[in-house]
C-alpha cells in the first residue's frame, strides 16, 4: 500500500468514528477473507468495532475485491476476541459506498464464537492486537510454525487433486479425446499452479526457518504480495463440480476448500504478526 492510500483511510476513520465504536488505525495493511456461498476471497480492512460487530471496508485499490450482499454470511479468518470468545465469521448487516476512502464499507454482525488455530486475537477491549506465545519460546518461533503449517496445507491440496486425477478417469465416460483435453484443463494447469505456489512456500519457510532472524527481519524477509497469492485458490470449485458432477468428487473439493480456508487464517496470522511489530515500534517511540 502506498502512502497516500494509507493517509487516505487513517484520516476517514479518525472523521467517522464515534464514541460507540473504536477504529483499528494501524490495520491499514489488507486481509483476506471468504464468503461461505461460493469461498471466493476478497481482501478488506478492519476500521472499526461495537459490542456487536466489526466494520470493514474493501477498497478499490486490493487486488481481490468482491462486491458482499446484505444478508450473506462471510469470514473473516482472524479473530475478533470479545471477552473470553473469538468470533472469525459473521453476517454483512448493510453495505454503503464511501467516497472519501473510495471503498465499499460493511457491517458485520460477528457470530458462531470458534476455538482459533493460533494465539493472535484483535482485542476488542483494548482496541489492539494480543499476542500470547504459548508453548512456542519466540514470536519467530511461532511464525516458522505458521509458515510451516502452509507448507503442509498446500501439499495436502495437492495431495487431494492427484487423488481426483485417477478417479476422474475411473468415473468418466468421456471419450479418450475428450477427456484427455479435460485432465489438462481441470487438472494440469491447476497442478502446476499448486506446485508453483507449494515452492514459493517452502522456500520461505526454509528462508526463515535457517536465517533465524529477530522477528522485524522476518517479516521483512515476507513479499506479502507474493505470499497472499500462493495461498490463495488454484481451484475453480464450481466448474470442477459441473465438469464432474458426482458427490464423490464433491467430497475431495470441499476437502480442498477446507484447506484453502486454514491458509488464509494462516496468511492473516502473518499480517497480524506485522501488524504487532509496527504497534511495538510505534509504541517504543513514545
Not at 86 to 103: C, F, L, N
Amino acid at each position: 500500500m502506498n502512502g497516500a492510500a494509507k493517509m487516505m483511510v487513517q484520516d476517514a476513520v479518525s472523521d467517522l468514528r464515534s464514541e460507540s465504536r473504536s477504529a483499528f488505525e494501524a490495520l491499514l495493511f489488507p486481509f483476506l477473507g471468504s464468503r461461505f456461498s461460493d469461498h471466493a476471497t476478497f481482501e478488506y480492512l478492519p476500521m472499526d468495532i461495537s459490542f456487536h460487530g466489526v466494520q470493514i471496508a474493501i477498497p478499490k485499490w486490493v487486488v481481490n475485491r468482491e462486491l458482499l450482499k446484505v444478508g450473506e454470511r462471510i469470514q473473516l479468518h482472524l479473530p475478533f476476541r470479545y471477552a473470553d470468545r473469538a468470533y472469525t465469521e459473521g453476517t454483512v448487516r448493510w453495505a454503503r459506498w464511501d467516497e472519501d476512502i473510495q471503498s465499499q464499507r460493511y457491517g458485520i454482525r460477528m457470530e458462531n464464537p470458534r476455538d482459533v488455530f493460533y494465539p493472535l486475537y484483535i482485542h476488542t477491549d483494548t482496541q489492539s492486537v494480543q499476542l500470547d506465545l504459548g508453548d512456542h519460546d519466540s514470536m519467530e518461533a511461532l511464525i516458522t510454525t505458521i509458515l510451516k503449517d502452509a507448507v503442509l496445507l498446500k501439499k495436502g491440496i495437492l495431495i487431494y487433486l492427484n487423488h481426483l486425477v485417477p478417479f476422474f478417469s475411473r468415473i468418466s465416460e468421456r471419450s479418450k479425446h475428450d477427456y484427455e483435453r479435460l485432465k489438462g484443463v481441470l487438472f494440469e494447469d491447476i497442478r502446476k499452479q499448486v506446485r508453483a505456489h507449494l515452492d514459493v512456500l517452502e522456500g520461505l519457510y526454509q528462508q526463515v526457518k535457517e536465517e533465524r532472524k529477530p522477528v522485524q527481519g522476518v517479516l521483512e524477509t515476507i513479499d506479502f504480495d507474493q505470499l497472499r497469492e500462493a495461498v490463495c485458490s488454484e481451484i475453480q470449485a464450481e466448474v470442477l463440480k459441473t465438469a464432474l458432477d458426482t458427490e464423490a468428487v464433491n467430497v475431495y473439493i470441499d476437502a480442498i476448500q477446507t484447506l484453502e480456508k486454514k491458509m488464509y487464517t494462516n496468511y492473516n496470522a502473518l499480517v497480524i504478526f506485522f501488524v504487532y511489530s509496527l504497534q511495538n515500534v510505534e509504541d517504543n517511540r513514545r
